[in-house]
């Protein structure tokens, strides 16, 4: 395969290769980044720490906008824009890398989503320079709250299907809406809110910028499992007028304004579960150390040990992940300048280019905070199920995020879907790379990494080899089903766990050899490791989807050949989590 590749785009690192050297890390953080991040983190502590109790509760809502306001002021909701419109500029790799942080602000991170991404982004990207004039700079200090109104009764991941309607009154200089938006954030204080709807003769959404003094109108707060300090209300609009200059971006083509901004969305919660993941990984480990049992801390015992290797694994994946793709973003986005393109226009191709790779990073990030949060309760015991403990607040607050932004099933739809979409438009020779990989299959020239070679070639290899076994599935499939096989939900699924795997794989064993010389041991052990969970996840999937797509001896042989493939020799993965769980148990917290 080929390596050391200047640009990576959307789907291709299924057939391409980078060099560990071009990859960003979060050893890669400049002093510029660390400053921000502290920056961010001490606005936490003081204001946001003090009152974690009353943002669990419906308290939250009522002091959540002045707390806005104060972020506002000091830029941090302005960290992407532009600084012609009085934002900081920064890039997505320092935009991302701020977001972990605010993540860690319990319920207060759901407002902040909303304002930073969808309350910002829509506007900046799709509106017009009158429309940006009038809201932005407000947006942007916190002064007007945002709100974003998609989901509805009877359309929720099938988006368009809503009944919002607005028609052009008489004098053409109004639309008027009607319709009910539910399960929409920051509803209760939000001045303004972003509505898709279908206006009167079109098939497909358009998008309106809707003031709250206009007549919309509100439910009651939602008794929600969890992020209790996060307002969360019906919306509804009977008759509200509109101005036809509040049409944000074309009429009939919303669609792609809200898909583009869930893009995003979804990427920042697969970096909410790296965040929240590394918070319950210490207070676990934290309370490991302490807690005494048969006259020793529990933290001395296997059982104990194995669940903080193993959450300090996957968080040590996500986290390289989802860096791994704020780099290559940058590298497109300044690839996207140097063609001409202007700036935001840039940055909604790169989130339109890497739309499957956001969708990995939310279906793996959301799922690993669930294993991780799960296990640091488990390690409490039953101080963990009191209602009391943060760590409980933690469980509730984080079941939505596999609901949010399209369900994890439906992302799990949307990763080969995209990748498959790329390749029947010429962008991806996905085919072609199959058709290699079943010639391989047919001459037997298929082998197992090989065990002897140093680790970082062995890792390569083995990497290597679990992508042709997910392309020769792949196009198998693609195959048997061609058209229809997006009527094969639970084919898909399982090709979009093998490809979410592989991506984050080859981020982990990246970084893993760009980083060799800082705790070599402790790294290699944690890439071994996902080594071993990669090849058992992928053999499993391939069974289910290999039995699905092909019939008799070519199915034993497929299944057979992909074993071969993704084989590892047997190693001690016990003494590895030992060896990992030292490492973090001595550093009480994830610090690698």
Known sequence: MESKLKTMKGGEFLIKTSDPNTIFTPEDY????????????????KEIEPLKEVFDSKEGIEVTPKILEKLGALGFLAISAP?????????????????????????????????????????LFYGTEAQKAKYLDNILTGK??????????????????????????????HYILNGQKMWITNAGFADIFSVFCKIEGDENLSCLIVEKEWGV???????????????????????????????????????????????????????????????????????????????????????IQEKIAKMATYIYAIESGWNRLAGDMDVLFDEFIADGLEPLKAKQQVAQEFAAECS???????????????????????????????????????????????????NRLVIPGTIMKYALKGKLPLMQSAMQAFQDLQSGNLNPADKNKPFGEFAFDFLNNCKKAALLISGQAMQKFQQDIQEEQEVLSRLADIITQLYVLEGVILRTLKNKEKNKAIREAISSTFMHESSDLIKVAAKEIISAVADGDMALMTIKAINKLVQLPVSNIIADRRTIAAHFIQENQYKI
């Open 30 to 45: 400049t002093e510029e980044h660390h400053m921000l991040r502290e920056a961010i983190r001490d606005f936490i502590n």
């Open 217 to 303: 109108k509100l439910g009651v707060e939602e008794n929600k499992l969890g992020i209790h300090g996060s307002s969360t209300r019906q919306v509804f609009f009977e008759n509200v007028k509109v101005p036809v200059e509040n049409l944000l971006g074309e009429r009939n083509k919303g669609f792609k304004i809200a898909m583009n901004a869930l893009n995003m969305g979804r990427l920042m919660i697969g970096i909410a579960g790296s965040a929240i993941g590394k918070r319950t990984f210490r207070l676990g480990v934290q309370y490991a150390n302490q807690r005494i049992q048969f006259k020793k801390p529990i933290s001395s015992f296997g059982a």
């Open 144 to 173: 007007l709250k945002c709100s974003y109104c998609l989901t509805e009764p009877g359309a929720g991941s099938d988006a368009n299907s809503g009944k919002t309607k607005a028609v052009l009154s008489e004098d053409g200089k």
């Open 83 to 123: 600084e012609s419109i009085g934002g900081m500029g920064c890039d997505i790799k320092t935009d991302l890398a701020a977001s972990e942080i605010m993540s860690e602000s319990f319920s207060f991170s759901q407002t902040l989503g909303v304002q930073r991404g969808l309350g910002v982004n829509t506007i």
């Open 360 to 410: 990995m990073i939310k279906v793996f990030g959301s799922e690993i905070e669930q294993f991780v949060v799960d296990e640091a309760l488990q390690m409490h015991g039953g101080m963990g199920f009191s209602g009391e403990s943060e760590i409980s607040i933690h469980y509730r607050n984080i079941r939505g995020n596999r609901i949010y932004e399209g369900t994890n099933e439906i």
